[in-house]
């Protein structure tokens, strides 16, 4: 308990807020790189998944390909392109890895958001006279943007709590205060960015739930709340 107790009063010290390892500006740094990878690897893996579930092919490459990345230690990972790309190239070498760690949810999220959507539905909108891309950009895309909400929550959660090891090639982040503070034995310190590094991710996670919840079409959520007050009064009903 005492060390929870320094661990707060490390926060809250007036110095977190000055110098150039301020609180501040760790927290900048650590969002920064994980919105700059998270764009990056959404930009790779959104459109790849879409062509996968809305053609139906290469599904079993994107397994393959998501379950090899998910197997490279993001560590080690880092450390190794440091080294390929020379100490000049740290931020480059940092972001690559983030964004290899978020491709696979990304791409699982886009393609099995199309794959989930009722092909009766789909088959509806071209009996409508709907062209191939009306039916992806009108049909598909929205159908299937709460799956691929998802995939892009699980992938800042990895991100956020991955750029944590960005401090061990120096380029700052809320993970600074952890890597300083373990070879120095304070484990207040320690303790204090860890708490930032959680919260950041509770924080972010919350966000993302509400707009994964705003994802669902309208006319969804009517269904779905429809559905669920039949079952409450088929429920109540059995019971009295």
């Known amino acids: 308990m005492n060390l929870f ?3 707060l009063a490390w926060l809250f010290s007036p110095e977190r807020l000055e110098g150039p390892y301020s609180l501040p500006i760790l927290l900048g740094q650590h969002l920064y790189y994980t919105i700059v990878s998270l764009l990056i690897a959404a930009a790779i893996a959104v459109p790849a998944g879409w062509i996968i579930g809305h053609t139906g092919r290469g599904r079993e ?4 390909i998501s379950g090899a990345a998910r197997a490279i230690p993001s560590f080690g990972l880092m450390i190794l392109l440091v080294l390929l790309l020379g100490v000049l190239r740290v931020p480059e070498a940092a972001v690559i890895t983030f964004v ?3 491709i696979p949810s990304l791409l699982a999220g886009a393609y099995t958001g199309l794959e989930a959507i009722d092909r009766r539905t789909v088959d509806a909108a071209r009996a409508m006279g709907m062209t191939a891309w009306q039916v992806f950009w009108k049909v598909e895309v929205p159908l299937g ?7 892009i929550r699980a992938a800042l959660l990895q991100v956020i709590a991955t750029v944590t090891i960005a401090a061990y090639v120096n380029l700052g982040g809320l ?3 952890i890597i300083q503070g373990i070879p120095l034995q304070r484990f207040d310190q320690v303790l204090g960015g ?10 972010a996670d919350l966000l993302m739930a509400l ?3 705003a994802a669902v079409p309208a006319g969804i959520r009517v269904q779905q709340t429809a559905r669920t007050g039949r079952r409450a009064r088929a429920a109540a ?3 009295a």
Do not use: K, R
């Open 175 to 177: 993970g600074w205060p």
């Open 211 to 213: 707009a994964q919840h």
């Open 100 to 102: 290899v760690l978020a």
């Open 237 to 239: 009903s059995a019971t």
């Open 194 to 203: 860890a708490i930032l590094v959680a919260l950041l991710a509770l924080i």
């Open 61 to 64: 490459i994107a397994v393959a």
């Open 145 to 151: 943007m709460p799956l691929l909400v998802g995939g």
């Open 5 to 7: 107790a320094d661990a």
